[in-house]
């Protein structure tokens, strides 16, 4: 009888991700920037200012995946209303209403203060909601509301560990949408070394005319390319160009 011998692997060798450590993303031209989609189970912030996008981003995220993926999102937000949501994304062919109806999607309108007591009471409603419906995907528009209760830096920070050690409790990838109009100017230290990618949106005006680009800034475990890159939103939702670089004249 022949003995099992180990396949080797060369030094040389690439090496590439297995599909089921990753989360596609579902948007056009960003899985392949990112390994094959975002690390399983991983938290991941997407920054940007008024109009960039984040919303749509993050919708996308979640209505491609279950589409796509047959993975059960939840979507929590602090500041939109639910029948403006719905609206507004039908106009990219996303029928929210009735992924709802067949509970592949849970919306959730929360206020920080009640975010805050989930806190206390180690995950709530929400923590029941995720495990009675395998939740896989996981949308929080946006956190800004939510910091915003807490005073100073430290406890943000506090707050914020706190929040990501339920997430990652859950088993499920996070997506966290925050509203900053310039990122690099206005990082204090908080939630970017906490999250395992951050992902800027941004909406720049130059010359009468505003340009839309996107930057994986971080993406833990991850080669990505160190590009702002073209950004579009179509009919059918957002699309990137990973070969076309944009160039902002600061």
């Known amino acids: 009888m022949k003995k099992k011998t180990k396949a080797k692997t060369s030094k040389n060798s690439k090496v590439y991700h297995k599909k089921t450590d ?59 209303k639910k ?14 209403d009735k992924l709802e109806k067949q509970g592949k999607l849970i919306f959730l309108e929360y206020s920080p203060e009640q975010v805050r007591k989930m806190l206390l009471e180690g995950g709530g409603l929400i923590e029941n909601i995720i495990s009675k419906h395998n939740i896989k995907r996981l949308v929080i528009d946006s956190i800004t509301s939510f910091t915003l209760l807490y005073k100073d830096e430290l406890a ?4 914020a560990l706190a929040l990501f050690g339920l997430i990652r409790d859950w088993n499920c990838t996070a ?16 939630l970017e070394f906490e999250v ?23 993406m833990r475990g991850t080669t990505h390319a160190g590009k702002t890159l073209f950004l ?15 160039i902002f004249n600061d």
Not at 22 to 51: C, E, M, Q, W, Y
Not at 156 to 159: I, N, R
């Open 22 to 80: 990753r989360t596609h993303a579902h948007i056009p031209g960003l899985d392949s920037l990112i390994g094959g989609g975002f690390k399983k189970n991983s938290i991941n912030l997407v920054v940007g200012g008024a109009g960039s996008g984040k919303t749509i981003f993050a919708l996308q995220f979640l209505v491609r995946g279950i589409i796509e993926d047959n993975e059960t999102g939840i979507y929590i937000t602090f500041e939109e």
């Open 83 to 96: 029948e403006e949501i719905y609206e507004n994304m039908s106009a990219f062919g996303w029928d929210l």
């Open 156 to 159: 943000k920070k506090e707050a």
């Open 175 to 190: 997506m966290l949408t925050e509203e900053i109009a310039d990122f690099e100017k206005n990082e204090k230290g908080g």
């Open 196 to 218: 395992d990618s951050i992902i800027i949106l941004y909406h720049k005006r130059e010359k009468g005319i505003r340009k839309r680009a996107v930057e994986v800034l971080k």
């Open 232 to 246: 579009d939103i179509t009919q059918k939702g957002i699309v990137i160009n990973p070969n076309k670089i944009v």
